[in-house]
């Protein structure tokens, strides 16, 4: 079983920054940890996701401004955002997967464990 739980949502103005953290409580060590977010209306997309032997990958529209990184010894997770313009607007979840064949970098169906989220909205 896997628990995580997100921290550091907030508002802010087109152009700054925020960091989201994701603690994680697991037995073992999940294959690959991510972030996804949710528009209003939209479909949950990948963000950034990370192995948990090798480095982070992220999404094209995000390439640049945001960064995965582990924390806390590998047992959590962070989103660094930078640069954020109100396109970024949405719930924010982190997420595990703990077995599977396919890379991190896959859709959220293939995610078996997910925090409860965090908002985030930027204004412009």
């Known amino acids: 079983q896997v628990y995580l739980r997100e921290s550091g949502g907030g508002s802010v103005q087109a152009g700054q920054s925020l960091r989201l953290s994701c603690a994680v409580s697991a037995s073992r060590t999940p294959n690959c940890l991510g972030w996804f977010r949710q528009g209003f209306g939209a479909e949950r997309e990948a963000v950034a996701v990370?192995?948990?032997?090798?480095?982070?990958e992220l999404s094209d529209s995000v390439k640049g401004r945001f960064t995965i990184s582990r924390e806390k010894g590998k047992r959590g997770i962070a989103l660094e955002m930078t640069s954020l313009s109100p396109d970024d607007t949405a719930v924010y979840y982190c997420a595990a997967r703990s077995s599977g064949v396919a890379g991190c970098f896959s859709p959220w169906r293939t995610y078996n464990y997910w925090g409860q989220g965090t908002q985030v909205n930027v204004s412009s």
């Open positions: 990370i192995h948990k032997d090798m480095a982070g």
